[in-house]
T-cell receptor, first 115, second 110 residues
Framework: GAVVSQHPSRVICKSGTSVKIECRSL??????MFWYRQFPKQSLMLMAT?????????EQGVEKDKFLINHASLTLSTLTVTSAHPEDSSFYIC???????????FGPGTRLTVL | DAKTTQPTSMDCAEGRAANLPCNHS???????VYWYRQIHSQGPQYIIH???NNETNEMASLIITEDRKSSTLILPHATLRDTAVYYC???????????FGSGTRLLVRP
């Protein structure tokens, strides 16, 4: 299957700082990428849909000013958690759609810990 | 999105077939059924998807009932590495937006 990478895989930061997470589709062009968050023992929760060259669409209850999404190219989307707080500690996962195959491929996830 | 219902947990013996059911009674005619799994602390992994016909790939088989209101994912010879949470998802529209439910936690026993 297609490969989606995330960087970093793990990050620890201090409260009040901002953290950027990158999501790359390595062997296909993804016009649409998605960002999810997963708390321990819970299912994935969709945060936003990221479309190349346009503003992201956020799910209800997700603060767009706190979770900044940029999809500048067909292979890269970034999620920036601004002014992170301990409650933002979570597993952040991105996915990218390969329209030709009708499939969506997920990255390995980024574990964010805010101290 | 069509709602899906899955058992909370299942188990099977290593080497045996694992049959994971999913109900999607409100599915409409052009909606696909997707299956993903998530092994602990990893991103979800695509398994298979189908519309009407049964599908098979190197990982699994997908059996969809004729009325399309339910489906079964079959892992023909489960291994310990198949222990994971399995998600049955019906995206519902052309955006391929996947909404994850609770899934089925499959435990493969030695």
């Amino acid at each position: 299957g297609a490969v989606v990478s995330q960087h970093p895989s793990r990050v620890i930061c201090k409260s009040g700082t901002s953290v950027k997470i990158e999501c790359r589709s390595l062997d296909f062009q993804a016009t649409t990428m998605f960002w999810y968050r997963q708390f321990p023992k819970q299912s994935l929760m969709l945060m936003a849909t990221s479309n190349e060259g346009s503003k992201a669409t956020y799910e209800q209850g997700v603060e767009k000013d706190k979770f900044l999404i940029n999809h500048a190219s067909l292979t890269l989307s970034t999620l920036t958690v601004t002014s992170a707080h301990p409650e933002d500690s979570s597993f952040y996962i991105c996915s990218a759609s390969d329209w030709d195959k009708g499939e969506q491929f997920f990255g390995p996830g980024t574990r964010l810990t805010v101290l | 999105d069509a709602k899906t219902t899955q058992p909370t947990s299942m188990d099977c013996a290593e080497g045996r077939a694992a049959n994971l059911p999913c109900n999607h009674s409100t599915i409409s005619g052009n909606e696909y059924v997707y299956w993903y799994r998530q092994i602990h602390s990893q991103g979800p992994q695509y398994i298979i998807h189908g519309l009407k016909n049964n599908e098979t790939n190197e990982m699994a088989s997908l059996i969809i009932t004729e009325d399309r209101k339910s489906s079964t994912l079959i892992l023909p010879h489960a291994t310990l590495r198949d222990t994971a949470v399995y998600y049955c998802i019906v995206p519902g529209d052309s955006s391929y937006k996947l909404i994850f439910g609770s899934g089925t936690r499959l435990l493969v026993r030695p």
